[in-house]
């Protein structure tokens, strides 16, 4: 995935705005641009609030799991300015920009960190269940 103008040989890759997942917007026929100025699925306020691109996924699609939406919360701290934050986006931003500096290219940082996305749903969902708790956040 590239941003738009960007040169698919350039040696410096430009950075999309969201410092979460690094990921750029992009077009196919089964999948919507996001997370870039302009798309649909984009950072945007709501009551004063900013969001991220994750929870105009989660409105637009009205996705309901718990899990998810606690995850959501976790996200939009790592990658928005929310009034109220969760200690886990703190760990979350960090990770995502260490992934974004190790990885080659914007596809090889997508398969390092859906792993930690994988892990990340999983804790969101046993919290949910009241069956895990962080023991040392603050």
């Given amino acids: 995935m590239r941003a738009p103008g960007s040169s698919r040989n350039s040696s410096t890759r430009k950075r999309s705005s969201c410092s979460c997942h690094g990921k750029r917007s992009w077009r196919s026929r089964r999948n919507k641009p996001y997370d ?12 004063g609030d900013e969001r991220c691109s994750f929870d105009a996924i989660i409105k637009t699609y009205k996705l309901t799991d718990p899990a998810l939406l606690d995850m959501a919360e976790i996200v939009r701290t790592a990658d928005a300015a929310p009034r109220v934050r969760r200690p886990e986006g703190a760990g979350l931003e960090a990770m995502a920009l260490g992934f974004r500096t190790n990885a080659k290219d914007d596809f090889e940082n997508m398969r390092l960190q859906f792993p930690a996305y994988d892990a990340l749903y999983t804790y969101c969902r046993l919290k949910v269940e009241g069956k895990a708790k962080l023991e040392h956040a603050t």
Avoid: M, V
């Fill in 36 to 47: 870039s100025p302009g798309a649909e699925l984009f950072h945007y306020k709501e009551s």
